[in-house]
């Protein structure tokens, strides 16, 4: 069964500097998709950054890059410079190969993330 | 990126009601649509995938009597929560996907409405 795992329910961080947050998954498909989503209190799902299973290079998006170790079945997201308005929770998400019929996404439980001034 | 809206994004009811829930494509045509519940605090959980035309495909433990889901085109699912009690208050979030070949990586949430059942 596929499954994501975030094992950190809260981080903080101090404004300006670089925070990791981690995100494993399990999947027996060789196509599969991984996606990282910021949710802030207004609720909101704000997509950052996605990774294909087939991807050679890390993705990276702005501020954003994801850490993509497929070995080791993890897929972190790197925050550099962190801002005041990266508060929020941040989800790690999969999306479902073709057992799945490329349809769902399934979700970790989340990390809350602070950044103090 | 594609706009999704959800209409409303609060609602309140007594024990008892039904309510309906509009997720629209604003900018896109949605081929499939999903709709999950977060309860607080915690993550979103998938209820049902809807594909335009067809019947809702529900996960396991999803009552479908119970959450009636809609995608009569293109651009609109509605998700009806009948009978509603306090229990099903929670935060309803839909996403749409385009048919594209590239559309199973993208995947546009809604700002997602809040359901209270007094």
């Known amino acids: 069964a596929q499954k994501i795992t975030q094992t950190q329910p809260g981080m903080f961080v101090q404004e300006k500097e670089a925070v990791t947050l981690d995100c494993t998954y399990d999947t027996s498909d060789p196509s599969y998709g991984l996606f990282w989503y910021k949710q802030p209190s207004s609720g909101e799902m704000i997509f950052l950054i996605y990774?294909?299973?087939?991807?050679?290079q890390n993705a990276t998006e702005g501020r954003y890059s994801l850490n993509f170790q497929k070995a080791r079945k993890s897929a972190n997201l790197v925050i550099s410079a962190s801002q005041l308005g990266d508060s929020a929770m941040y989800f790690c998400a999969m999306r479902e190969g073709p057992s799945g019929g490329y349809n769902k996404l399934i979700f970790g439980a989340g990390t809350r993330l602070a950044v103090h001034p | 990126g594609a706009v999704v809206s959800q209409h409303p994004s609060r609602v309140i009811c007594k024990s008892g009601t039904s309510v309906k829930i509009e997720c629209r494509s604003l900018d896109f045509q949605a081929t499939t649509m999903f709709w999950y519940r977060q309860f607080p605090k915690q993550s979103l959980m998938l209820m049902a995938t809807?594909?335009?035309?067809?019947?809702?495909?529900?996960e396991q433990g999803v009552e479908k009597d119970k959450f009636l889901i809609n995608h009569a085109s293109l651009t609109l699912s509605t998700l009806t929560v009948t009978s509603a009690h306090p229990e099903d208050s929670s935060f309803y979030i839909c996403s749409a996907r385009g048919g594209g070949p590239g559309s199973y990586n993208e995947q546009f949430f809604g700002p997602g409405t809040r359901l209270t059942v007094l």
């Open positions: 809807s594909n335009e035309g067809s019947k809702a495909t529900y």
């Open positions: 990774q294909g299973s087939y991807d050679q």
